[in-house]
């Protein structure tokens, strides 16, 4: 459960992540795909290369979806409904897959920012990462 400091820590983080939006979300997906080379399959037939078009502008996708959740932090799970769905209906991504993207984005977070990743937030973006991921495997039951 986020805490009240943990939600000030995540608003926080995300008024610095705002703006690299698409950097950031293209070099996770990247790393998530060189290390964990399963989740690759999802994208079959796209040209997922590091520098890529697609991979840039999925990367944006996804991380812009989670500055949505982040300007929603009181209700993740209604902000992220659609994206439930799609991912346990249509993309059928196994939920195994979204700490590892989860761990990727913590990771250039605190690569590009290391200053900001103090051990609090470490733990508050965690946090708020599991949380995601827990909504976007909540419609396999
Ligand atoms: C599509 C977000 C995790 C595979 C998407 C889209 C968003 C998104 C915003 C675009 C949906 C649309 O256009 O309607 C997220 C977030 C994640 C996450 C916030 C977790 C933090 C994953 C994981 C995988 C995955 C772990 C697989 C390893 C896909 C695929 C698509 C997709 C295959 C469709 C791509 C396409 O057709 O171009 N995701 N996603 N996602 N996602 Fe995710």
């Known amino acids: 459960v986020l805490t009240a400091e943990d939600k000030a820590n995540v608003k926080s983080a995300w008024d610095h992540i705002k703006g690299h939006e698409e950097a950031f979300g293209a070099e996770a997906l990247c790393r998530m795909f060189d290390s ?48 439930s769905d799609t991912h346990a209906h249509e993309l059928m991504v196994d939920p195994t897959n979204f700490p590892r993207l989860g761990h990727n984005i913590l990771l250039v977070i605190g690569i590009h920012m290391p200053q900001l990743l103090t051990c609090a937030m470490h733990c508050s973006l965690d946090k708020f990462l599991c949380q995601v991921a827990e909504v976007l495997t909540s419609k396999y039951r």
């Open 36 to 83: 964990e080379p399963v989740t690759k399959t999802y994208f079959g037939g796209k040209d997922i290369s590091e520098e890529s078009s697609y991979l840039h502008s999925h990367g944006k996708k996804v991380m812009c979806a989670l500055t949505n959740a982040v300007a929603h932090i009181d209700n993740i799970e209604a902000c992220l409904d659609k994206l």
